[in-house]
């Protein structure tokens, strides 16, 4: 039987000078996601397709279990998105006035959460949303996001900008909003920190293509730095040998499991083993792509 959220198949978007795309993925309820890729790499546009923004070229989009699809308006009133500048048209209304509008838009709003949120941040209402700064404006959209309830959450760099101690409090929201089974987030970030602390998936994505998915947890435990006691040039060609340093004898593998009884069977000694972090993972999978 089938369990998403949401489902991708063959999405595609051609600007001027970027094309998106063909992207096939899918969120299960219970997951969170993140999904990573250098600036313009198509994170902003991937969220925007999904939320409607954006019409594509060509492919389609399932929410919720296939019950909805993107002609139906109310995929909206269950997603929570946070990015971009998203109210800036609505600047010279107070926080209290925006939010009121934006409260008119969801049949679950929650003012009771909206009041605890916004009182937890700190956020100072009868101030207008233009003048306030830019971790205040993150940590509204924030809010606005979570205030309706929604079962997928879509957030675009919601930490960058806010400050250390809110930062910590938006993710504690996080994985209070994850005690539903029925709940998931997918995460666009720049911060590792955060990709450990929160995802259980890594979504890689590189000049508008998916280069590729993964199990956090997975590439954690199979990435490792391996030192040998000798190295033959024939290591150079092996499937799961990702980087060879020959001062000392070093090789990156992105597999453990696949690599260490071949090593054995070659007479290889490892002298020294060392998890990567996982930055130095996600740089050397987007080098690679
Ligand atoms: N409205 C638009 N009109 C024309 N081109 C666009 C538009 N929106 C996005 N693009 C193109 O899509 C590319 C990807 O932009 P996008 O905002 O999705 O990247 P991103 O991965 O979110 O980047 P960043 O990490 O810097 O936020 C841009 O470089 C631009 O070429």
């Given at each position: 039987m089938s369990n998403f959220l949401l489902k991708i198949d063959q999405l595609t978007k051609t600007f001027k000078y970027f094309e998106f795309g063909p992207i096939d993925v899918r969120v299960e309820p219970g997951t969170i996601t993140a999904l990573i890729g250098s600036n313009g790499s198509g994170k902003s546009t991937f969220f925007r397709l999904v939320m409607q923004l954006f019409q594509p070229d060509s492919g389609h989009i399932l929410y919720f279990n296939g019950e909805l699809d993107s002609n139906d308006s109310r995929i909206k009133q269950d997603m929570g998105y946070a990015g971009g500048d998203l109210y800036q048209a609505f600047g010279q209304l107070s926080i209290r006035e925006l939010a009121n509008l934006v409260r008119y838009w969801y049949e679950n709003w929650d003012e009771q959460k909206y009041q605890e949120l916004v009182d937890r941040y700190q956020i100072n209402q009868k101030e207008k949303y233009t003048n306030s700064s830019t971790g205040t404006k993150k940590k509204i959209a924030f809010i606005f996001a979570l205030a309706h309830h929604p079962q997928l959450l879509l957030l675009d760099e919601p930490f960058s900008g806010v400050d250390f101690v809110s930062s910590r409090k938006m993710q504690t929201e996080l994985v209070d909003f994850m005690e539903n089974p029925n709940h998931a987030i997918i995460l666009a970030t720049h911060q590792q920190e955060e990709i450990k602390a929160l995802c259980d998936y890594i979504w890689l994505l590189d000049k508008g293509k998916m280069i590729g998915i993964y199990e956090k947890d997975q590439i954690l435990e199979s990435w490792a730095y391996l030192s040998l006691n000798k190295m033959p040039?024939?290591?150079?060609?092996?499937?799961?040998?990702?980087q060879m340093d020959s001062h000392p004898n070093r090789i990156i593998t992105d597999s453990l499991a696949a690599i260490e009884p071949d090593l054995e069977q070659l007479g290889i000694e490892v002298t020294h083993y060392q998890r990567l972090e996982l930055d130095e993972i996600l740089t050397a999978l987007l080098e690679r792509a």
């Open positions: 040039e024939s290591l150079r060609k092996h499937p799961h040998v990702i």
